[in-house]
């Protein structure tokens, strides 16, 4: 199938914001390329003289970040709304957009991705790698394909470390925006009861399923293709929401109605920028904070009643 490549070049300092952006115009993922920290970071992880020239020569001053449209959708429309979005916010940008075969960025990336540990006990690994368990380390084994969720982007990291600390034997999950299905799949590993996913995209829904399987936890998930909420009902014992602000936002007034009272909301996917206005939306519908992470500009937190 021919899917359209969208790529957005804005300036490195911005491209958090525009991240942030762009994401919010497709539910399955974005890559960015930012070489605008290299020289620094490089020498950390090799000698410079070892790096290939090419990447060595890359404009360090833009940023580009990638997102894919489905051959069954218009790309004008994701490209009429980020030109809207980042000129309201003032953030200056370039849009190309391209046409591509699906089987030559499905599994083009998979060269670059390897066993990760994201948290004291959880490790991702990729379905085609092995990786021997030390101690009480959690493997989850994850194959991605065109669903957002690795376990590399901060705002998953982040979820998952949280997840560490909060899922029990009982918990049982409601995973809004589950993506790979990576959050649902780490807390039933890591103990929990049972977990719900839910994603806007079938696709997504297709791999968290397929990954369930991987991980031998089908008997205790269940994936939804839905807008947030609109196919659940219950209560929980956890909420996550690794989205964007602006969707934590708009979601927050609806989450008493599935968070059980001694239950825990885990909000991730916001830029710093905008926690403030998160955590004014979760104080107003009665939740507080009990702990908030950050990395890399990104905020994840974590809600009790």
């Given at each position: 199938?021919?899917?359209?490549?969208?790529?957005?070049?804005?300036?490195?300092?911005?491209?958090?914001?525009?991240?942030?952006?762009?994401?919010?115009?497709?539910?399955?993922?974005?890559?960015?390329?930012?070489?605008?920290?290299?020289?620094?970071?490089?020498?950390?992880?090799?000698?410079?003289?070892f790096?290939?020239?090419?990447?060595?020569?890359?404009?360090?001053?833009?940023?580009l970040?990638?997102?894919?449209?489905?051959?069954?959708?218009?790309?004008?429309?994701?490209?009429?709304?980020?030109?809207?979005?980042f000129?309201?916010?003032?953030?200056?940008?370039?849009?190309?957009t391209?046409?591509?075969?699906?089987?030559?960025?499905e599994?083009?990336?998979?060269?670059?991705?390897?066993?990760?540990?994201?948290?004291?006990?959880?490790?991702?690994?990729?379905?085609?790698?092995?990786?021997?368990?030390?101690?009480?380390?959690?493997v989850?084994?994850?194959?991605?394909?065109?669903?957002?969720?690795?376990?590399?982007?901060?705002?998953?990291?982040?979820?998952?470390?949280?997840?560490?600390?909060?899922?029990a034997?009982?918990?049982?999950v409601?995973?809004?925006?589950?993506?790979?299905?990576?959050?649902?799949?780490?807390?039933?590993?890591?103990?929990?009861?049972?977990?719900?996913?839910?994603?806007?995209?079938?696709?997504?829904?297709r791999?968290a399923?397929?990954?369930?399987?991987?991980?031998?936890?089908t008997?205790?998930?269940?994936?939804?293709?839905?807008?947030?909420?609109d196919?659940?009902?219950?209560?929980?014992?956890?909420?996550?929401?690794?989205?964007?602000?602006?969707?934590?936002?708009?979601?927050?007034?609806?989450?008493?109605?599935f968070l059980?009272?001694?239950?825990?909301?885990?909000?991730?996917?916001?830029?710093?920028?905008?926690?403030?206005?998160?955590?004014?939306?979760?104080?107003?519908?009665?939740?507080?904070?009990?702990?908030?992470?950050e990395?890399?500009?990104?905020?994840?937190?974590?809600?009790?009643?």
């Amino acid at each position: 199938m021919e899917w359209s490549e969208v790529t957005v070049k804005v300036p490195a300092q911005q491209v958090d914001d525009a991240a942030a952006i762009t994401q919010m115009a497709v539910p399955y993922g974005i890559y960015i390329e930012d070489y605008s920290d290299l020289i620094t970071e490089a020498p950390k992880i090799a000698q410079v003289d070892f790096i290939d020239e090419e990447l060595l020569a890359k404009d360090r001053t833009h940023a580009l970040i990638h997102l894919y449209i489905k051959p069954t959708e218009n790309p004008n429309e994701a490209v009429s709304f980020l030109t809207e979005r980042f000129t309201s916010e003032q953030i200056p940008f370039q849009i190309t957009t391209v046409k591509v075969q699906e089987e030559d960025w499905e599994t083009e990336w998979k060269k670059y991705y390897h066993p990760i540990q994201v948290g004291k006990r959880l490790v991702v690994c990729p379905s085609w790698e092995h990786y021997d368990l030390v101690g009480d380390e959690v493997v989850v084994s994850l194959d991605p394909g065109m669903a957002f969720g690795t376990g590399t982007h901060d705002t998953t990291r982040l979820c998952m470390q949280l997840l560490e600390e909060y899922v029990a034997a009982d918990t049982t999950v409601l995973d809004m925006g589950c993506g790979s299905g990576i959050l649902s799949i780490a807390a039933m590993l890591l103990g929990g009861k049972s977990a719900i996913g839910v994603d806007i995209d079938d696709t997504a829904v297709r791999v968290a399923n397929e990954n369930a399987a991987l991980n031998k936890v089908t008997d205790r998930t269940t994936f939804l293709c839905g807008d947030l909420t609109d196919k659940v009902s219950g209560t929980f014992d956890l909420i996550c929401a690794n989205i964007v602000a602006d969707v934590i936002i708009r979601l927050s007034p609806v989450i008493p109605q599935f968070l059980k009272q001694d239950g825990v909301f885990i909000a991730s996917g916001i830029i710093s920028e905008r926690a403030h206005e998160v955590v004014a939306a979760l104080e107003e519908i009665g939740l507080h904070i009990v702990k908030r992470e950050e990395s890399s500009g990104w905020v994840a937190l974590a809600c009790k009643f």
